[in-house]
């Protein structure tokens, strides 16, 4: 089954080519393409993804990066490999650069990815298998509070997004604990139903509501590693999103 890897990216110059050399290396017996949407980014992300990956194919491959900050290819072990560059003319937000992506999927299983470095694709196995090796599921979380390596950062940060969650599984009859991450990874006909429309964070809430009201998806939720970046290092959600969080809570509830 092929995977499908959207990665939404704003200013993230100093990550984008780590990220996609881990991305690349995960599940490597998986075909994989990788759909990278830059949203008006002004940081030179833009032209690094220019000079590197408009559009690249490859099997039996290796993706490194070199000393100058470049991908390279060589031989390995990853089989087969496509990555496209989708360029947004303006800053739309997250949902907006992820509703580009989604748009232009081919793979059977889609999974979400941050172009920081604060998740690690080595964590999409279990994920994966659940929904194509097991067949047990058609949408899997990861869960920041399972375990796993979990920076301590900010109490404000968790605090709201625990309450997110509560919120959101009192009123949709759910039990997930981390709604507010960014693996989600679901088949194809999960990708069908969807019809998002949120351009900031509010993807995340509107994602899992369509996705619980549907009633008929298998949703499993797991542990995943969590290497969190503080807002000197490049953190964007704000205590703004967290607020207009718990409105789509209820808009998303109704709609």
């Known amino acids: 089954m092929k995977l499908s890897v959207v990665i939404p990216a704003y200013n993230e110059r100093q990550t984008i080519a780590a990220c996609l050399a881990r991305v690349a290396a995960a599940l490597p017996d998986v075909p994989k393409e990788i759909i990278v949407v830059d949203d008006c980014s002004r940081d030179g992300t833009r032209a690094w993804l220019e000079n590197n990956v408009r559009d690249l194919a490859a099997e039996n491959c290796s993706v490194d990066v070199n000393a100058q900050g470049d991908l390279v290819l060589g031989d ?10 989708l360029f947004h003319a303006q800053n739309t937000g997250k949902g907006g650069a992820l509703q580009t992506g989604l748009r232009a999927v081919g793979g059977d299983v889609v999974v979400i990815q941050d172009a920081d470095l604060e998740y690690d694709p080595e964590d999409w196995g279990e994920m994966y298998h659940l929904i194509a090796g097991k067949r047990v599921a058609d949408v899997v979380y990861g869960s920041r509070f399972y375990g796993r390596p979990h ?5 404000h940060h968790y605090l709201a997004n625990r309450l997110i969650s509560f919120l959101f599984n009192a009123m949709y009859d759910q039990t997930l604990s981390d709604i507010e991450v960014c693996y989600k990874m679901f088949t194809r006909e999960v990708l069908d139903t969807l ?3 949120a351009n900031d964070f509010g993807f995340e809430v509107q994602f899992s509501a369509q996705v619980a009201r549907a009633r008929r998806w298998r949703i499993y939720e797991m542990g995943i590693s969590y290497y969190g970046r503080t807002y000197l290092e490049g953190k964007k959600i704000n205590w703004k999103d967290g607020v207009k969080a718990l409105w789509y809570l209820l808009k998303y509830r109704f709609e």
């Open 76 to 85: 390995g072990p990853i089989a087969q490999l496509r990555i496209r560059v």
């Open 151 to 155: 920076r301590a950062l900010y109490f």
């Open 195 to 197: 019809r998002i429309t």
